[in-house]
């Protein structure tokens, strides 16, 4: 079992910018790639970012360049920097944690404001 937990959710004005973090415990795989997904009421869930055990990120069209994915192995924590954010980044934001199993996080509110 991995238990994921977020923080870093809030209300920001428009071109604010915040950090989510989400730390897993438990039975954490060296191999393990994590990431952040995020779902808008009436949209599908849709990737943001996500990044290797050995620190590659990958990228959804979301992040424009605007977002960076990081993680701290040592802590078992990953981490979205969101600068620049648009009222359409408000979102539910999900941690997502995968190995041989998939787990996610409770999710964090993310609102953005005009």
């Known amino acids: 079992q991995v238990q994921l937990v977020e923080s870093g959710g809030g209300l920001v004005q428009t071109g604010g910018s915040l950090r989510l973090s989400c730390k897993a415990s438990?039975?954490?795989?060296?191999?393990?790639?994590m990431g952040w997904y995020r779902q808008a009421p009436g949209n599908k869930r849709e990737l943001v970012a996500s990044?290797?055990?050995?620190?590659?990120?990958v990228y959804g069209d979301s992040a424009e360049g605007r977002f960076t994915i990081s993680r701290d192995s040592a802590k078992n924590t990953v981490y979205l920097q969101m600068n620049r954010l648009k009222p359409e980044d408000t979102a539910v934001y999900y941690c997502r944690y995968s190995a041989d199993v998939v787990y996610w996080g409770q999710g964090a509110q993310v609102t953005v404001t005009s």
């Open positions: 990044i290797s055990s050995n620190d590659i990120p």
């Open positions: 438990g039975r954490i795989a060296s191999f393990a790639s």
